[in-house]
T-cell receptor, first 116, second 115 residues
Framework: AQKITQTQPGMFVQEKEAVTLDCTYD???????LFWYKQPSSGEMIFLIY??????QNATEGRYSLNFQKARKSANLVISASQLGDSAMYFC?????????????FGKGNQVVVIP | DAGVTQSPTHLIKTRGQQVTLRCSPK?????VSWYQQALGQGPQFIFQ???????QRGNFPDRFSGHQFPNYSSELNVNALLLGDSALYLC??????????????FGNGTRLTVT
């Protein structure tokens, strides 16, 4: 069963505007972490932001923020003030909570292109 | 502080051959996992190594095997290569004590092409 769903088609965003990337997840584990990664064309997977299932507040890291709606099982990424360097694939991923689990379930990704 | 390093960066092999990919984890990390990323897809979990043992495995055949060394570095071996094995292979490391809320750090990947 697919655990992470990212369904948006490729997106074009004007420089300096904000963009929201949708992610829904499915798990029966009460303890889990949600992650967003950026993958530029070079291939490296760059960690952006994390949200834990017990966190009361939405996570923020610089221009990145995570809109966490636990009841709806959604964890949308918001990128504010887009820059040309933000053009990349963005992946939502989930890690379930049992000790030592290093298994991330990834979505299919969202392609973002920032235009000047 | 060195991040996750992988070698080689690119590799071209022929169907039926065998390949070995290498990974050195980020300094201070003790567990390594491998992912396969086909073109246009998200990464798929292959397996995880900790204390030199395979701890969990994704839905991959036995042709995929691995190893972890005492210095925490790791190898991924793929035997009897198929065209469908062409992909970007990513290595990720973390500290097992970090728990589910610590991010995995990824290397730049090895791009394998099977002809």
């Amino acid at each position: 069963a697919q655990k992470i769903t990212q369904t948006q088609p490729g997106m074009f965003v004007q420089e300096k505007e904000a963009v929201t990337l949708d992610c829904t997840y499915d798990t029966s584990d009460p303890s889990y972490g949600l992650f967003w990664y950026k993958q530029p064309s070079s291939g490296e997977m760059i960690f952006l932001i994390y949200q834990g299932s017990y966190d009361q507040q939405n996570a923020t890291e610089g221009r990145y923020s995570l809109n966490f709606q636990k009841a709806r099982k959604s964890a949308n990424l918001v990128i504010s003030a887009s820059q040309l360097g933000d053009s990349a694939m963005y992946f939502c991923a989930m890690r379930e909570g049992r000790y030592g689990n290093n298994r991330l379930a990834f979505g299919k990704g969202n392609q973002v292109v920032v235009i000047p | 502080d060195a991040g996750v390093t992988q070698s080689p960066t690119h590799l071209i092999k022929t169907r039926g051959q065998q390949v070995t990919l290498r990974c050195s984890p980020k300094s201070g990390h003790d567990t390594v996992s491998w992912y396969q990323q086909a073109l246009g897809q998200g990464p798929q979990f292959i397996f995880q190594y900790y204390e030199e043992e395979e701890r969990q495995r994704g839905n991959f055949p036995d042709r995929f095997s691995g190893h972890q060394f005492p210095n925490y570095s790791s190898e991924l071996n793929v035997n009897a290569l198929l065209l469908g094995d062409s992909a970007l292979y990513l290595c990720a490391s973390s500290l097992i004590q970090g728990g589910y809320n610590s991010p995995l750090h990824f290397g730049n990947g090895t791009r394998l092409t099977v002809t």
